[in-house]
């Protein structure tokens, strides 16, 4: 697994925040797509049958599948990075941190001007803390651990 200093987590957040909103808007355009079709499926049962242009909903259920891919890909991107997605509805991330001989995540959340959050690994973001002079101290040694 790999693992960030602060310093490095804090300068992949311009990238990080471009690939999160990619994900999060290919996700809403796809959850777009398939309400409408949700809704012509209910019209056409409750009227027993109706005329539908089956091109435009094959059209559609394409430009579904092309956004559904994008967010996969878009993941896929961040995880490469080593960068962990929690939520894509709420732009979570976590980055793995070794802090004193221990693996910990640092948390960040689309909105957030910085990283000042982290959590252990069998925790989540309700019980995140402050990031604390530890990781601080650890940025500025140049990512020697302590």
Partial sequence: MKTFTLDEAQSLLPVLEAL???????????EEIE??????????????????????????????????QTVRETISEIDTIGVQVKDLDSGLLDFPCRIEDQTVLLCWRLGEPSIEHWHSMESGFSSRQPVD??????????????
């Fill in 133 to 146: 002079e530890r990781f601080r101290r650890r940025s500025s040694q140049g990512g020697r651990p302590n």
């Fill in 20 to 30: 999160l909103k990619r994900a999060m808007e290919g996700k809403r355009a796809a």
């Fill in 35 to 68: 309400s409408g079709l949700g809704d012509l499926a209910r019209r056409i049962y409750l009227s027993g049958g109706m005329r539908v242009d089956t091109v435009k909903i094959t059209a559609q259920r394409a430009e579904m599948d092309v956004q559904l």
